[in-house]
């Protein structure tokens, strides 16, 4: 009953965007999950940083950025700037993963990695001491509304008994198809935060959908 909810902002109505962050403010929304996509990456384009500093004049939850673009560290200070309370880059992306973490850390701003369905979590065996957060895809990154990847609930548990084995605070997060089936099974593999776009958004009504997941 402790685990968090982060509502992905691209489910949101980005026509009435103010409108739809003081529904979340008002929610049992823990974080506000605000995904970043820069085409490369991954094969769609959602917004940047001007709007994330929007939504940060309005948010009252603290940002928990995913960032699914190429080259995260030249952005490092921008997201920081933009209210970034969580930094999530993809294991993927980085190169230089240490130099990456350890440079979010010095801006301020907590450091998740994120793998991709494909990308075993024992990659991050030397790496999970620095990290706050390890956000699991449980669908292939770029667009909301796709099918759960079953193979995730494995993943947590095999991260879930990583952190454990080591006495980390190190949450694991799941972005992708969570709805309250999806939720549930995943909270019982042990996962911590649990990120929903289009269940929230397409529920008709979201606050009490938010409520529903915050009680799994
Ligand atoms: C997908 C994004 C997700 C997306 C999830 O690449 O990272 O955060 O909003 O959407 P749903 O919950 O609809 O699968
Ligand atoms: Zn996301």
Same mark, same amino acid.
Request: glycine residues 8%; proline residues 5%; contains cysteine.
């Given at each position: 009953?402790? &685990? =968090?909810? %982060?509502? %992905?902002?691209? %489910?949101?109505?980005?026509?009435?965007?103010?409108?739809?962050?003081?529904?979340?403010?008002?929610?049992?929304? +823990?974080?506000?999950?605000?995904?970043?996509?820069d #085409?490369v990456f991954?094969?769609? $384009? *959602?917004?940047?940083?001007?709007?994330?500093?929007?939504?940060?004049?309005?948010?009252?939850?603290?940002?928990?950025?995913?960032?699914?673009i190429v080259q995260p560290d030249k952005f490092?200070?921008?997201?920081?700037?933009?209210?970034?309370?969580?930094?999530?880059? &993809?294991?993927?992306a980085c190169t230089?993963?240490?130099?990456?973490?350890?440079?979010?850390?010095?801006?301020?701003?907590?450091? #998740?990695?994120?793998?991709?369905?494909?990308? /075993?979590?024992?990659?991050?065996? !030397?790496?999970? !001491?620095?990290? !706050?957060?390890?956000?699991?895809? *449980?669908?292939?990154?770029?667009?909301?509304?796709?099918?759960?990847? /079953?193979?995730? $609930?494995?993943?947590?548990?095999?991260?879930?008994?990583?952190? +454990?084995?080591?006495?980390?605070?190190?949450?694991?997060?799941? !972005?992708?198809?969570?709805?309250?089936?999806?939720? =549930?099974?995943?909270? +019982?593999?042990?996962? +911590?935060?649990?990120?929903? #776009? %289009?269940?929230?958004?397409?529920?008709?009504? /979201? *606050?009490?959908?938010?409520?529903?997941? =915050?009680?799994?």
């Amino acid at each position: 009953m402790n &685990h =968090k909810i %982060s509502p %992905s902002l691209l %489910s949101a109505d980005f026509l009435n965007l103010q409108k739809d962050i003081e529904m979340l403010n008002a929610s049992e929304a +823990d974080w506000l999950h605000c995904d970043v996509m820069d #085409g490369v990456f991954v094969p769609n $384009i *959602s917004f940047g940083f001007p709007v994330l500093e929007q939504v940060n004049k309005v948010a009252k939850k603290p940002l928990d950025v995913h960032l699914m673009i190429v080259q995260p560290d030249k952005f490092i200070q921008q997201v920081k700037d933009a209210g970034g309370y969580m930094m999530t880059v &993809h294991y993927e992306a980085c190169t230089h993963l240490h130099r990456t973490v350890g440079a979010i850390h010095e801006a301020g701003m907590k450091a #998740g990695v994120s793998l991709n369905p494909h990308t /075993p979590v024992e990659f991050l065996t !030397d790496i999970l !001491d620095d990290l !706050d957060l390890v956000l699991i895809m *449980s669908v292939n990154p770029g667009f909301g509304g796709q099918k759960f990847i /079953p193979n995730a $609930i494995n993943k947590v548990a095999r991260l879930r008994k990583m952190i +454990d084995e080591r006495g980390l605070n190190t949450l694991i997060e799941v !972005d992708g198809g969570v709805n309250l089936h999806t939720g =549930k099974q995943l909270l +019982d593999a042990g996962a +911590d935060v649990l990120v929903a #776009g %289009s269940f929230v958004f397409s529920s008709g009504h /979201p *606050s009490k959908t938010i409520t529903e997941l =915050k009680k799994l």
